[in-house]
């Protein structure tokens, strides 16, 4: 286990370093918006090259001109269209000063063997990071899984809740993408992630 969290630590490291290397005239400017962060050709063969078929990383730019004093990171599971999990790990940062924000959200997910979340906030220099402990629930019967980032930029409002991912199981095979964005769906799977954030005063 020790070994396990010296490792996602390590790839946590790695991934904000990736983060911090690109140009930031690729973050969303002008606008308060959060959107998933520009990579350089060498940038996404290195994250490529971190990524297996149990290792997911994703890797969030955000720029506000608009002033706020915190950022909550978190996930939510569902079950059957029920929400089991309302605030499964997750991060918090809180600012001495109300002020502009402009930084990186990562998060890894490990699946091996069972699913866990590091969830990472970097502002300003400073890091904050939280790993989940691997969870319960049982996925390894479930047909299908479709998963991904939300592409587009994000519109940040104070106290607005936003998607960041959506992770869909499917007994079937059908999945509706934009299922996080229309709960009803979701009795319909067996299992829906959602990682969202939030930017509050």
Known sequence: MKKQICYILMLSCIVLTLAGCSNPVNTPQNQNAI??????DEQKDIVSLLQSGNQE???FSYNTTETFK?????????K?????EPRSGGV???NGDVKPLNGEIAVIINQNPKFQWTF??????????????PSSYDYDNIGARSYGP?????????G???ILYTSVFSDSGIIDVGVGEKPDLMKQYPYVHLIKCKFAN
Request: charged share 25%; proline share 4%; no cysteine.
């Open 35 to 40: 959107m998933t962060k520009p990579l350089s």
């Open 80 to 84: 059957d269209g029920e929400l089991i």
């Open 70 to 78: 915190k950022i909550d990171l978190w996930l939510e599971i569902y």
């Open 120 to 133: 990472i906030i970097r502002e300003d220099g400073t890091m904050i990071s939280s790993t989940t402990e």
């Open 160 to 162: 607005k809740e936003i």
């Open 57 to 59: 990383l994703l890797i």
């Open 150 to 158: 939300t592409i587009s930029p994000q519109i940040i409002e104070d």
């Open 92 to 94: 918090s940062t809180v």
